[in-house]
């Protein structure tokens, strides 16, 4: 009898395992990579947030993309890059070539990202918010396995075996993507359907970043990811050069963060299907500013422990909401450029969020900057709050 999976799950499959490539190209060896490269503390994160600083431009035609052409063609593109990029890691041996592989990295997790999302929108008008967070949490344990693996795959300054291990496990991604029985278009389709919807691609963008819910959720999205770009990258040099830890050590608390987001993330997206998205990601935001303002006050290894998960719980929580809310906003036809606006937007937060932070960090020193960027979300989680004062839990689908 042959084994039918259906389309939802292989696309969970094929999402963690792009993810696990992707984030263990970089958590926890990427700053490491840097530093042995003696890049000084002040640019690390400007090395660190060249990936997601691709999203930023690639995200949003990817999504439109994906509502022309189909949602499979396009998540080839990026299943591509995730099994041919990690291998490029091999020839680095200048910062600069580093830069260059970060950025065609980054274009898989950049193309993903929305259209996937925009993928389980289009199944799913009922319990959205829990389904989405079923995906989010599938690439959650790629996510979470990566710092430990990766962890243990570091030899001293050698960091060949993990770009090998991400390798194989991007092209398996690769190979469930192959399969993934999404509907596409033929060429002369893909090629017609460019045409006839030309016109109403750019009415479409015009409507979707001008809509203040849209906007404000993509925004405070930014500033999670703002924090969280900044936590990940800085957060292992602290706890290597400041706590003196392992690596596996710091790849053990670093995967804390990540079980916390998969085993909360569906029941958080559960919540927001019966009580709204703004409380959620309300309430998450404030948790998240909380945990960041005093997560480098002690060097206890079981307090540490306890603040990250924290901070993934507040991260889960906005999170699950986020995208979901945004195709709650937007008409079925134009998921796909509403959720590469969110994703987009994001990526302007997570590429900053290291950047900042190392120069928040040179010219001030780590708690007073982690405290800045907690006071920022916490910030962010009340100005949200007025914006979508009014605002009904959930738009009508012709809003967008």
Not at 27 to 35: A, G, K, M, Q, S
Not at 99 to 117: D, E, K, N, Q, S
Not at 266 to 280: A, N, Q, T
Not at 353 to 369: C, E, F, H
Request: glycine content about 10%.
């Amino acid at each position: 009898m042959k084994l039918r999976i259906s389309p939802f799950v292989l696309l969970c499959i094929m999402g963690g395992l792009a993810i696990f490539s992707s984030t263990m190209a970089k958590n926890p060896v990427l700053p490491l990579f840097i530093r042995a490269l003696d890049v000084p503390l002040g640019t690390v994160g400007f090395i660190a947030a060249a990936s997601t600083v691709v999203g930023i431009v690639v995200s949003l035609p990817a999504g439109i993309l994906s509502d022309i052409i189909g949602r499979r063609r396009v998540i080839l593109i990026a299943a591509i890059v995730f099994a041919s990029a990690p291998f490029l890691y091999l020839l680095v041996t200048q910062p600069w070539h580093l830069v260059l592989v970060r950025i065609y990295h980054g274009l898989a997790t950049a193309i993903l990202g929305p259209v996937a999302m925009a993928a389980v929108a289009d199944t799913f008008d009922e319990k959205r918010g829990e389904r989405m967070g079923w995906y989010s949490s599938a690439t959650m344990v790629g996510r979470s396995l990566a710092p430990l693996v990766g962890g243990a795959l570091i030899f001293g300054e050698d960091f060949h075996w993990v770009y090998i291990a991400t390798g194989i496990i991007g092209t398996f991604s690769l190979a469930a993507a192959l399969t993934l029985p999404l509907p596409t278009l033929t060429s002369s389709s893909a090629r017609e359907a460019l045409k006839r919807e030309r016109g109403k691609i750019w009415t479409d963008v015009v409507a979707i970043v001008t809509h203040r819910g849209i906007l404000a959720t993509s925004v405070v999205e930014a500033v999670q990811y703002f924090a969280f770009g900044c936590l990940e990258v800085f957060l292992t040099i602290y706890l290597n050069e400041q706590a003196k830890l392992a690596t596996l050590a710091i790849g053990l608390l670093l995967a804390i963060q990540t079980v916390v987001v998969i085993l909360t993330k569906p029941l958080m997206g559960r919540f927001s299907d019966k009580y709204g998205r703004v409380p959620m990601i309300i309430t998450g935001l404030l948790l998240g500013g909380i945990t960041m303002a005093f997560m480098t006050y002690s060097d206890n290894y079981l307090l540490l422990a306890l603040l990250i998960g924290f901070f993934g719980l507040g991260l889960a929580t906005v999170t699950a909401s986020t995208a979901a809310l945004v195709a709650d906003l937007s008409k079925a036809s134009s998921h796909g450029g509403a959720l590469g606006v969110l994703s987009s937007v994001m990526d302007i937060g997570h590429s900053t969020g290291p950047m900042v932070g190392g120069l928040l960090i040179s010219a001030l020193n780590y708690k007073t900057a982690f405290g800045i960027v907690g006071g920022l979300l916490a910030i962010a989680s009340m100005a949200f709050g007025l914006i979508m004062r009014g605002m009904p839990r959930s738009m009508s689908s012709t809003d967008v």
